[in-house]
């Protein structure tokens, strides 16, 4: 316990230094192509019934997540592809549309912005058509850095200054929203468990997004 609030005290002395300096991102945008518009306008429909003629959100919710592996570049391409490749049955059978986010962190903390924090994006389920996603590089067995913990926590509070956001959940944390007035989703079955990012990174970022009062549940 002495150990874990020693790194606390260290991680946010780090991050009052960093807030001194601008965030820094990347534009590194991802196809979006007249396909992917259909595509999101349909998913828009079926999965939310909401009817638009452009696939924009007006966020309120911010997910972290981790990519399970991979690299930036791999993670870019992946995400880049416009239908879901045919291995992801569960997801495919309720759109072709791909996987996306709006932004990925690299393992240095690099913030790279892959589409408009305002343009839809298939990450978290029942909870697209209000969330921006923050994809970071690493998995369960490659724990997330603490640079990506100060990165994650300079871009939201940079989100939180351009639109309403409320909440900051973890992908994880997703399935507490079911049955709330947020939760939009169509199919009652469509739904799957995650563990990403992990329960430490979440409690870190949180710890230096304290005064925003963001809530994890509805």
């Known amino acids: 316990m002495k150990n874990m609030i020693c790194a606390l005290l260290v991680l946010m002395a780090c991050f009052t230094k960093a807030q001194s300096n601008e965030l820094k991102i ?3 945008p ?3 192509s007249r396909e992917r518009i259909n595509l999101s306008l349909d998913y828009l429909k079926s999965h939310y019934n909401m009817v638009q003629n452009s696939p924009t959100i007006s966020p309120k919710i911010i997910v972290l997540h981790y990519t399970a592996g991979g690299t930036v570049e791999t993670n870019y391409k992946y995400f880049n592809r416009t239908q879901l490749e045919s291995a992801r049955n569960t997801l495919k059978k309720q759109s072709t549309l791909n996987v996306s986010s709006q932004f ?4 240095d903390g690099t913030v790279y912005q892959l589409m408009e924090p305002n343009l839809f994006a298939r990450h978290t389920i029942g909870l697209n058509y209000c969330a921006i996603g923050i994809e970071n590089i690493g998995s369960k067995s490659q724990p997330l850095t603490e640079k ?3 990165a994650n926590a300079q871009l939201v509070r940079y989100l939180t200054k351009k639109y309403k956001i409320e909440y900051l959940i973890g992908h994880s944390e997703y399935g507490a929203f079911r049955g709330s007035k947020l939760w939009k989703e169509t199919d ?3 739904f799957t468990v995650k563990e990403d990012p992990g329960k430490d990174f979440m409690k870190k970022v949180r710890l230096l997004v304290t005064d925003l009062d963001l809530k994890d549940k509805p």
């Open 104 to 107: 990925i962190v690299d393992r």
């Open 26 to 28: 990347i534009s590194k």
């Open 148 to 150: 990506q913990v100060l």
């Open 30 to 32: 991802i196809d979006y």
């Open 188 to 190: 009652p079955n469509y």
